[in-house]
């Protein structure tokens, strides 16, 4: 259960959420996209959010195309050209025309991160969104994750990684229901 967990996230800020397992980081996060209604309290938000859940939204019975292309009239995006620049970025070409349950898990997860970032969205909240990647992968995530910080975007990630923490501008503690900060987002 949540209790005043406050999260305010400014535009260029790349903030670390952590907490031991159970201690409702998922939960917030789902709350913070619109996902859960607060029992108190409000949310806001400014500008398009792009949600990636530890768990991905992928359905097997299509392509990676097809994901792409329903994707794209959700966000009601021209074209596919910010979707195939996350594939390159990402190194996954060629796999578009595979169904999810013939990909390795690092690669679904790349898809499911993809599809939360094809529309260039303002807020970022990211479940753990590296899970199953390769070392390699790892690091494109987090050049990609400074370079969307960097373009101004508000961005939050829930880690279990230690070694990851200096990536962020603040990391915030979820314990006993409220997430607590040492120091300021900068």
């Not at 917030?28 to 619109?34: K, Y």
Request: proline residues 4%.
């Amino acid at each position: 259960m949540l209790r005043g967990a406050d999260l305010d996230v400014p535009a260029g800020a790349l903030v670390g959420v952590v907490g031991e397992n159970g201690s409702g980081k998922s939960t917030l996060l789902r709350i913070a996209v619109g996902e859960l209604t607060p029992d108190t309290g409000t949310v806001s938000r400014a500008g398009a959010v792009g949600y990636c859940p530890q768990r991905a939204v992928l359905n097997d019975s299509f392509t990676v195309l097809q994901h792409l292309r329903l994707f794209q009239v959700a966000y009601r995006l021209p074209t596919l050209a910010r979707a195939h620049e996350l594939i390159n970025l990402l190194a996954f070409a060629g796999c578009e025309r595979l169904r999810p349950g013939e990909l390795s898990g690092g690669t679904r997860q790349k898809l499911n991160l993809l599809l939360a970032l094809m529309h260039d969205p303002q807020l970022l909240v990211l479940d753990e969104p590296y899970q199953g990647f390769d070392w390699d992968t790892h690091q494109r995530f987090w050049a990609l994750a400074a370079g969307l910080r960097d373009a101004g975007r508000s961005i939050v990630v829930v880690s279990h990684l230690l070694h990851d923490l200096h990536h962020f501008d603040a990391v915030g503690h979820l314990r006993e229901g409220r997430l607590s900060f040492e120091e300021p987002i900068r």
